[in-house]
């Protein structure tokens, strides 16, 4: 295949179909506990680390998104949990015991429901995060990479993996290594799951929205800031989540 951005936008729109076609069941059952959650006045909370962060940015705060939304991110250990700035470090996303932390800081009830992502779904703060969230009763929804994950040894003590813990597993269709245009001599450019977590989280939104009217509710979604009555629109719904969505952060 010829290195370009063509080769690689035919990839990517390839892979994209491939996900919307396979994991059109899954994104149903993950629209279903969502909208569940949000009918018992419940908050998605999202949460990735790396790369996988953009994931929690397409489901918390965004325009033509679910207001009754929140973004955890490890950073809530430096901004709302007074640990020092240097702790924030390319090998924290491997420590199982920040995630008891990260939830004692998020503005968490029992009816909340979670979107966790991680292409890899190995590391330890994301494993020990989705175990605490099962335990402690909530619905959880993982988006990682099934080849990926499927070649890597879990790095939480337990052995288990984030798909281990979900109550719905979404398969973001990256290959191992997330890059997709393989280099001569070795190596790959051209990653994909960022792109298609955010297709993944898109359809579930639109999906949790198609139940809420179904049901003859009137979804709580955001319009843009950026257009002529937005930010009045978005505030008068974000007060009837006072105190438990995070903008900002």
Sequence with gaps: MTLSAE???ATVTATMDRVAASQREAVGRAADLIADAIRAEGVVHAFGTGHSEALSMEIAGRAGGLVPTNRIALRDLVLLGGAPADLLGPTLE???TVAHRLYELAPIRPQDVFVVASNSGV???IVEFAALV???GHGLVAITSAQHSGQMTSRHPSGRKLADFADVVLDNGAPYGDA???LPGGGAVGAVSSITAALLAQQITVEVVARLLDAGERPPVYLSANISGGDEHNHALEARYAGRI???S
């Design 7 to 9: 080769s690689y936008l």
């Design 94 to 96: 491997r420590d199982p």
């Design 123 to 125: 590391n330890g703060a």
């Design 134 to 136: 099962k335990e402690r």
């Design 180 to 182: 997709t245009l393989p």
């Design 246 to 248: 995070r903008r900002g």
